[in-house]
Every structure is written in structure tokens, then in C-alpha cells.
């Protein structure tokens, strides 16, 4: 009894010395991955959220700067993207990021004050059409991060439509594209059956 109780000092301080030899960015690496601390980082900047770790995947959503954000584990040194599970899932650049303090409030986008705002960028490129539908005429494909401006309803309510499990949303062209088209049109704001979660639209900083 007295051999096991001996043994189990010997592995603990074994396992401590093992873990002061390591370098800083392992010993954080051995940090449980539900620890707020460990995991809770804040973007500088404005930055994409990305389907894959590379720019030139499909980007999700645009995260605006000071958002506070949850890894989904520690990433390695040099690693330049790293996955994360809120306030949405995907990929993030590690150079965008900081680490958590204790005053910074989450702006999450889809919580933010929506009153009075029309401004609107496109977060992955869609279809912009004269109608409410996928059979509605054609007018152009937005790219990611074109500036839109949204036509709002009594209430400052962004004005939609629920069509072909689709919720669109009415942009006013003159004002998105001054000089170039006029009127209104549409386009498919969330997939309501694929990802009804995700929304084609994030808020202007």
C-alpha cells in the first residue's frame, strides 16, 4: 500500500516536471478545452468567418472588431487559421485575433440594434433579383463584402418575403448602386432548409 501511495507522488511530480520543461504555447495547449480563459478570444478588426481554413473559401459571416469568440481548441504555433464554435461555426485567421478581457461585451451580428439600419455587406456571393423568387428576372451577383442598402417597413422592420424556402429581403437598388440601376430587387437572405442558421447579410461597421 505503502509502494503505491509512493508511486503515485513519483508519476504527479513527474507529470509536473514534465509540463514546466514545456514550452509556453504547449503548457496553454494542456489547458481543459471548456476553459473560458483558454478559449475565448476577441477580433481586432472586422474579419470573414470561412467555411475552410483559406481565404478562398466560401465566407460565412463578417464578424465585426471586439466581438468576443470561442476556439474550438488551442492552435498550434504558426498556425494561421484556426476552427471555432461561437458565435457561429468555421475558420478564423489567428492573426486577427486577441485574447479575451474582462470588459469586452460580445457584438455578435445578429444581435446588434437593427433600427434605422440599411446598411448591409454581402457575406458569400449571391443573386440579386427583380423578384422575391429564384424564378425572378436576373439582375446581377453580388460579390462578397458589396455594400447594399435594405428598404425597411413600418417599424423600421427590414422589408421581406418567405418564398420557395427562401427569406428575401428588398434592396434599394438606387441607393446600393447610384447611377447605375434603380428601383428595388431581391434577394435570398437565408436558406431555410439547408442553413437556416446563416444569413447572406451581416451589418456595416
Known sequence: MEFQKLL???TLVKIATFALGLPVFAQIAQTPPNS???SCRATKVDTAIFKEP????????????KTNIALAYIPASGDRFVRIKSPTSGFIQ????????ANDKAQNVLTKPIIGSTCRRIVQPVTLRGQPSTKGAFIAT????T????????????KSYKSENYIWV???????FPGELSGNGWIA???LVNTPGLSNLAYCS
Open 8 to 10: 503515485y507522488i513519483f
Open 36 to 38: 473560458s480563459q483558454s
Open 54 to 65: 483559406s481565404t478562398s473559401s466560401n465566407a460565412i459571416r463578417i464578424l465585426p472588431a
Open 94 to 101: 489567428t492573426a486577427v485575433l486577441r485574447f479575451c478581457q
Open 142 to 145: 453580388l460579390d462578397f463584402n
Open 147 to 158: 455594400t447594399v442598402f435594405v428598404n425597411l417597413v413600418t417599424g423600421n422592420i427590414v
Open 170 to 176: 428588398e434592396i434599394d437598388l438606387a441607393r446600393s
Open 189 to 191: 437572405n437565408t436558406d
